[in-house]
């Protein structure tokens, strides 16, 4: 597994913002930072370490509740391909699952090795709005459970323990409080020295409101149209 994501120099400022927690659901949810020069010490606080070196560290995610979000496939990481088929052969069959390797693995006490100065250049969006409209596309595939939300939030779910499912419904009224977003967006300003983590409140109100809006339109079985990712 990589180190990490860093942002490209020269892009769109919203790329900071989006390669430490992804999107402000997630990070309500996890808190665990894909920022290449945090990555690995909050993986540290985690899990267990098996090995370390001046490459690479190994941890040991098997006795960790809740399990960080780490998606080996997204994330650039590699695996043993005949091993997975072999081990879990349900995978083959169901596309939706190839999201979820690293808790496979960890069903099955393997461990997971994370590269040291390693990190990808991560070009996520070209835009504000076209990350918005990533944002808008995630709620509505978890919502909606089509086989991109399966291999979202809505298929992760199911790996953690019970009481984190319930976290979840917390994301709402802390939104709202505007007061709790806004200290996480001052303390993410400190530690980043970047404006952009600012937009956290925001971007906070605007999912919960596409939450709110789409579980509407499911209450009354009415099902919006669902393009591609991002559309």
Same mark, same amino acid.
């Given at each position: ?8 120099? %020269?892009?769109?400022s919203?790329?900071?913002?989006? %390669? ?17 020069? *945090?990555?690995? +010490? ?6 267990t370490?098996?090995s ?17 979000? #780490? ?9 043993? @391909? !005949?091993? $997975? ?10 596309? !939706? ?14 461990? /997971? ?11 996520? !969006?070209?835009s ?12 509505? +595939?978890?919502? $909606? ?23 979840k419904?917390?994301? #709402?009224?802390?939104? $709202?409080? *505007?007061? @709790? ?5 001052? /303390? /993410?300003?400190?530690?980043r020295?970047?404006?952009?983590? @600012? ?17 509407? /339109? ?7 149209? #669902?393009?591609?990712?991002? +559309?």
């Amino acid at each position: 597994m990589p180190t990490g994501y860093i942002t490209p120099l %020269n892009f769109a400022s919203i790329n900071y913002y989006i %390669n430490d927690f992804g999107d402000p659901f997630s990070y309500f949810n996890y808190r665990l930072s894909q920022n290449a020069d *945090l990555y690995i +010490n909050q993986l540290k606080k985690r899990g267990t370490i098996i090995s370390e070196d001046e490459t690479n560290v190994v941890f040991n995610f098997t006795s960790t509740r809740p399990r960080p979000m #780490i998606e080996l496939m997204a994330g650039g990481g590699m695996i043993d @391909l !005949s091993y $997975f088929r072999n081990r879990f052969p349900e995978i083959k069959t169901n596309p !939706s699952l190839v999201a979820f390797y690293f808790y496979y693995l960890n069903q099955d006490r393997q461990f /997971l090795a994370v590269t040291k100065n390693d990190a990808i250049i991560h070009y996520s !969006s070209g835009s504000l709005r076209k990350y918005t409209k990533k944002i808008a596309s995630r709620v509505k +595939n978890n919502i $909606f459970e089509t086989d991109m939300g399966k291999g979202g939030f809505s298929g992760r779910e199911t790996f953690q323990p019970q009481w984190f499912r319930f976290k979840k419904y917390l994301f #709402i009224p802390y939104s $709202f409080s *505007l007061i @709790l977003p806004f200290i996480d967006s001052l /303390l /993410l300003l400190l530690t980043r020295k970047k404006a952009i983590f @600012l937009i956290h409140t925001p971007l906070c109100l605007y999912t919960t409101l596409l939450i709110l809006y789409y579980s509407f /339109l499911r209450t009354f079985g009415v099902k919006p149209v #669902i393009r591609t990712y991002g +559309n």
